[in-house]
């Protein structure tokens, strides 16, 4: 039988998703709580990797078994499991469901901090230069990668992807005065690696005077690199809102 986990986690003291040959992983850390309590080696699936120190506000991630599990297993992860990693549900679904290719689309948010904040250290960018930025470019910026549908641009080289072809549907920031935090919103099918700390680099240097909107967009036409491209930190990114046909919520 096919189970998916729902769990979000706090991927500050980790490698990353993907397990690692000589460092702790996400994934590992959850392989081997499920073998120890389904008592056979067991191995998972996730909807997607995400890099070291990058977070996940909703995960998904699928695994086989042939014992019938009810909420108790739940409970039963989280006291093995420490408190970086938590598992909301365990979800029966088609033997032929699969977390990866079956999302039709995934989300994500960077949190950007315009004032130090001791709380947050972990969770969001704190930006030293926020009093420079021009917020009405950053959020034209964004809504610029609206107008496209390949972004070589805003990928990582040494990538297995076959295609840089991404379906962009929401690309917004949000600012929140009360908290002084810029949070960036983006949603699409799928995504590419590096893509987002990318953008939200970009974002951050055209707010700032440092790349002209038609930089940019001269860039995305000719599907080239931008000059000493910013790569935003990886803390301040999260993973969230990863949508199945067949799974409320």
Known sequence: MRYFLELAYNGTRFFGWQRQPNAISVQQRIEETLSILLRNPTTIMGCG?????????????????????????????????KRDIVIYRVIRVEDAAHTRFDARSRSYRYYVDLKRNPFRQETAYFYPYARHLNIDLMQEAAQLLLEFKEFDTFCKTNTDAKTRTCDLRRSEWVYDEQEQQLVYHVTADRFLRGMIRLIVG??????????ALDDVRAALEQ????????????????????KYDYIDG
């Open 202 to 211: 970009m974002c951050l240097n055209v707010a700032r005077g440092k790349y």
């Open 49 to 81: 990797r995400t890099d070291t120190g990058v977070h996940a506000a909703q995960y998904f991630a699928h695994f086989d078994t042939e014992q019938v599990l009810t909420d108790q297993f739940v409970h039963q992860m989280n006291g093995i499991l």
């Open 223 to 242: 599907q080239l690199s931008l000059k000493h491209a910013l790569s935003a930190p990886a803390e301040g990114l999260f993973l969230c809102d990863i």
